[in-house]
């Protein structure tokens, strides 16, 4: 039996956009794909992230922030960036790992200046649905980047 591709979401914090994403594919994809996520620069998990995940029934309150050396020896086969700034930081990766670059935009960014907190909670439920998207693909939109 072939081994699942492990793929490893990556953010600049770990806090939002590649937490979603563990999330989505742990639950969309647990079959096909080992899912994991890290930060080049890790922060807390953001609280609304975690409420939007909640909205579409995924628990991911018991995540953690990390970075790629906190994840051991797992050696990925995909390293999905999810924002412009992983891309730029991207730490030097073994010749197997394939970088596949998948940009969203920053919710809590989008968020800094609503005026309600529901009106902050829309770039957060905007962009989890985008990535939602993005994971029901995988890992056959993976072999398909250049």
Wanted: glycine share 4%.
């Amino acid at each position: 039996m072939k081994q699942k591709p492990r793929v490893l979401f990556l953010c600049t914090g770990n806090s939002c956009r590649s937490q979603m994403a563990e999330g989505w594919a742990r639950r969309l994809k647990a079959e096909k794909i080992e899912a994991y996520s890290a930060g080049v620069h890790p922060k807390t998990v953001d609280p609304r992230a975690v409420r939007a995940m909640a909205e579409v029934g995924i628990d991911i309150s018991g995540q953690r922030s990390k970075t790629i050396d906190a994840l051991g020896d797992v050696a990925f086969d995909y390293v999905v960036t999810l924002c412009d700034s992983a891309n730029r930081s991207c730490p030097v990766l073994p010749a197997r790992t394939k970088l596949v670059h998948a940009a969203f935009d920053d919710p809590p960014a989008l968020a800094a200046h609503a005026r309600t907190d529901e009106e902050a909670m829309e770039p957060y439920r905007r962009v989890r649905d985008e990535i939602r998207a993005f994971v029901e693909k995988l890992p056959d939109s993976l072999n398909a980047s250049p």
